[in-house]
């Protein structure tokens, strides 16, 4: 008996506890049951969000904004193809941080701290301060544009949005501030609505499948429009976002397939919604794109509402406020996650401001600070917004290249890992966005100089 | 880390054909097994644990000091040119 007894291993203690545990616990059990049920709607149900939140987040007021100039200025040729284009890299992006995050069950901003020493983890935080706070600025411009179409000020916009992330913190619980964010994000339709009260022809929709026309002007110009544009699908905080976000639900290995959908469905919409944008748009074209420029007024939709008639400026202008609102909160929420996961603090929606002020201070600090610099009299808000995307741009590829790393890492991802062929399509997509970004940044850094002419 | 005395432990298991891909770093065993629907290495108390440093090659740190350089200038360069463009 002595010797049978010596062999029975002692049972394993289950870890300490937290209210933050408990919450996600809660969440778990009902995709536990649903998978146990065999409910298949109802375990998709439950498991979408992170990359939906990511891709129509993204879809934000300067990124619609990008889209609907540039129908404005060059019509529906090579930018109907380019825009699925993108959104097709940016899958291939995001799917490799919701694996990470399914995975590790931790954010990016911890790991690459932990995995590769704070150095890099503190400069990517920062850039992803840095670019968050200026694309803040560009979200509550886009919500003072959509205002300004119903004849209401910047301050209106700025409570708003304020309200907004402070109305979404109620509730201590990860799943009800997706589920709040996820439900106002399908409000990026509007610019699918738009797009059809314009009554485009569908002829010239589908012969700029073919990448033509190609845009005109100069070099400089077309190196704008592609930096901007690769800005306004893929940028830093999406990865920040969608690996907090999918730790932070509680996804596991298990759910990876189902988090693929999500991404999968997050870029497809996304894709939609921006070409959405992109024809109403070009409805202006014909009319010499005009109005647009006018970030500080109505601009884009009372062009649109001249040329389209009213209900079709209303629609544009309800689709700014929704993709500037939508933003404001999902990216307000990467800041959070990166700034308390390099400090090591409670980062999650799960737990309630008490528990977790740094988390809490930075999600709302960042939003108003962008908030207040909305009500700056004389700051360039359009020069902020149309450089807003650029930025991202050209800092993206070293966020990329960790997220590459993390997800070849067989030390934390085990059979996880990057097969060869999705090593192939991430280093090309990489490369690709570095070049666009630095082409632009270096182009126009010695035109500016007058080195060149 | 605030514990809470309201939750029980309702050890539970997956039904058979769930995976685990981590291995050692972020401490995971390889088992599926579950406590109150979340795995082992999902509890706040694992994921506080810091995963261990990877060890860099020479060409790779370089590598990226040459990426986090460049996109430094860049992004200098672009900002020179806003400041530019609003006189």
Redesign the interface.
């Known amino acids: 008996m002595a010797g049978s007894q010596a062999t029975v291993s002692p049972p394993?203690q289950?870890?300490?506890?937290?209210?933050?545990?408990?919450a996600?616990?809660s969440d778990?059990?009902r995709?536990?049951l649903a998978?146990?049920g065999g409910r298949r709607w109802s375990l998709l149900w439950l498991l979408v969000g992170p990359g939906i939140l990511a891709m129509l987040g993204e879809n934000d007021g300067p990124s619609m904004i990008a889209y609907a100039s540039d129908g404005a200025q060059y019509g529906l040729g090579f930018f109907v193809p380019f825009i699925p284009v993108l959104f097709a890299m940016a899958y291939v992006c995001q799917e490799m941080c919701m694996r990470v995050g399914a995975?590790?069950?931790?954010g990016f901003g911890?790991?690459v701290l932990?995995?590769?020493?704070s150095v890099?983890g503190w400069?990517a935080a920062a850039?992803l301060t840095l670019t968050n706070l200026v694309t803040l600025v560009a979200e509550f411009v886009s919500i003072r544009v959509g205002l300004a179409y119903f004849h209401l000020g910047a301050l209106v916009a700025v409570v708003l949005g304020l309200v907004l992330v402070v109305f979404t913190f109620s509730g201590g619980r990860y799943w009800r501030w997706e589920r709040i964010v996820l439900g106002m994000a399908l409000f990026n339709g509007l610019f699918l609505v738009a797009a059809i009260l314009v009554k485009p022809h569908l002829g010239s929709i589908a012969g700029a499948l073919d990448f033509s026309p190609f845009p005109g002007g100069s070099f400089n110009t077309l190196l704008l429009l592609v930096a901007s544009t690769i800005g306004a699908t893929v940028t830093p905080w999406m990865i920040f976002f969608q690996q907090g976000a999918s730790?932070d639900k509680?996804m596991?290995?298990?759910d990876i397939g189902h988090g693929r959908y999500d991404t999968a469905a997050g870029a497809v919409l996304a894709a939609i919604f921006g070409v959405g944008a992109l024809v109403a748009g070009a409805a202006l074209l014909t009319h010499g794109g005009a109005g647009i420029q006018g970030f500080t007024g109505a601009g884009f939709p009372q062009a649109l509402r001249r040329v389209a008639g009213g209900a079709a400026g209303t629609v544009f202008a309800l689709g700014l406020i929704e993709a500037g609102a939508v933003a404001i909160l999902t990216i307000s929420a990467s800041t959070a996650y990166a700034a308390a996961e390099c400090v090591?603090a409670?980062h999650s929606f799960n737990t309630f401001p008490r528990?977790a002020a740094l988390f809490y201070a930075a999600n709302f600090g960042i939003a108003l600070v962008a908030a207040l610099v909305i009500l700056i009299p004389g700051a360039?808000l359009l020069?902020i917004t149309l450089?807003a995307n650029?930025?991202a741009t050209?800092?993206l590829?070293?966020s990329l290249?960790f997220m590459v790393m993390l997800a070849n890492?067989k030390?934390?991802?085990?059979?996880?890992a990057n097969h060869r062929s999705t090593n192939v399509i991430a280093v090309a997509v990489v490369a690709f966005v570095?070049l666009c970004?630095?082409a632009?940044?270096?182009d126009?850094?010695l035109l500016?100089?007058h080195v060149i002419r | 880390?605030?514990?809470?005395a309201?939750?029980r432990?309702q050890?539970?298991r997956?039904?058979a054909g769930?995976?685990?891909?981590?291995?050692?770093?972020?401490g995971?065993d390889g088992e599926d097994?579950?406590?109150?629907?979340?795995?082992?290495?999902?509890?706040?108390?694992?994921?506080?644990r810091?995963?261990?440093?990877?060890k860099?090659s020479h060409r790779s740190v370089l590598a990226?000091w040459g990426?986090?350089v460049?996109?430094v200038m860049?992004?200098a360069?672009?900002?020179?040119?806003?400041i530019?463009?609003?006189r």
């Not at chain 2, 880390?1 to 809470?4: D, E, G, L, R, W």
């Open positions: 394993l289950p870890p300490p506890l937290t209210e933050e545990d408990a996600r616990s778990r059990s995709v536990h998978r146990l995975v590790t069950h931790r911890e790991l932990q995995r590769y020493g890099w400069f850039d730790a509680g596991t290995p298990r090591g409670a528990e360039p020069a450089n650029v930025l050209v800092l590829p070293v290249a890492d030390g934390l991802m085990g059979r996880f570095g970004g630095s632009y940044g270096i126009s850094f500016t100089a | 880390m605030k514990t809470t309201s939750v432990e050890p539970g997956e039904p769930s995976d685990r891909g981590a291995q050692g770093a972020a995971a097994e579950l406590i109150m629907h979340l795995e082992r290495d999902q509890f706040v108390a694992a994921t506080s810091p995963v261990p440093r990877a860099l990226l990426l986090r460049f996109a860049v992004s360069m672009v900002v020179y040119t806003f530019a463009q609003l």
